[in-house]
C-alpha cells in the first residue's frame, strides 16, 4: 500500500551554521563590541547571551535573519521561554528547536484525516504521522489537506512509498 510520513524536523546542519553566522556578526558589530552577547547551541536548544532585554532583542533579529537566509523555517523555534536575570546586569533567553511532532498535533492531524472523508488512514508513531491509502492520489489530496489546515509548525513529508 502505499503511504508518507508526516515529520517535523529541521536541517540541524544549517541551523549550526546561522548560529557561527550571527556569532561572527555580533564580534564584528560595533554595537555589542565589549558586551557578553552570544549565542550557543547544545542538541536542540540555543541560549542567548546578552547584557540587556534590547540586546537580546537584537541578538535574536540577527539570528533569524541568518536562519531565514539559510532557508530554515523560523517556526522551527519556540521562543516561549521569559528572559532570565543571570549574574549582575546580564540576561539569557532559552529558544528551543523543535523537532519531531507533538502529541497535540499528531492527534490534529490523524482528525483531519479522518474528516477529509478520503479512503487513507493515519497513524501515530512516536513522533511521526505515517499516512497509508489505496491510490497516490488520495494520498497527494491529503497532504495538500495538512499543508492548509495546520500553518503554525512547518511540517514536511518523505518517506514515500508506492
Excluded: C
Amino acid at each position: 500500500m502505499p503511504s508518507f510520513d508526516t515529520v517535523l524536523e529541521p536541517n540541524l546542519v544549517e541551523v549550526r551554521n546561522a548560529v557561527d553566522q550571527t556569532a561572527k556578526e555580533i564580534g564584528t558589530r560595533f554595537d555589542f563590541k565589549g558586551s557578553s552577547a552570544r549565542v550557543e547551541l547544545k542538541d536542540k536548544e540555543l541560549t542567548v547571551y546578552a547584557d540587556s532585554d534590547f540586546q537580546i532583542s537584537q541578538v535574536t533579529d540577527i539570528l533569524l535573519a541568518k536562519l531565514t537566509k539559510r532557508s530554515v523555517d523560523i517556526r522551527f523555534l519556540d521562543r516561549s521561554a521569559k528572559i532570565e536575570k543571570i549574574g549582575g546586569d546580564k540576561v539569557k533567553q532559552l529558544v528551543t528547536v523543535k523537532n519531531g511532532i507533538d502529541s497535540e498535533t499528531g492527534k490534529k492531524i490523524q482528525s483531519l484525516i479522518k474528516q477529509g472523508k478520503l479512503k487513507v488512514q493515519a497513524a501515530i508513531q512516536g513522533d511521526t504521522v505515517r499516512i497509508t491509502g489505496a491510490k497516490r492520489d488520495d494520498l497527494q489530496t491529503a497532504m495538500a489537506q495538512i499543508r492548509q489546515a495546520i500553518s503554525e509548525v512547518p511540517l514536511s513529508f518523505n518517506n514515500f512509498r508506492d
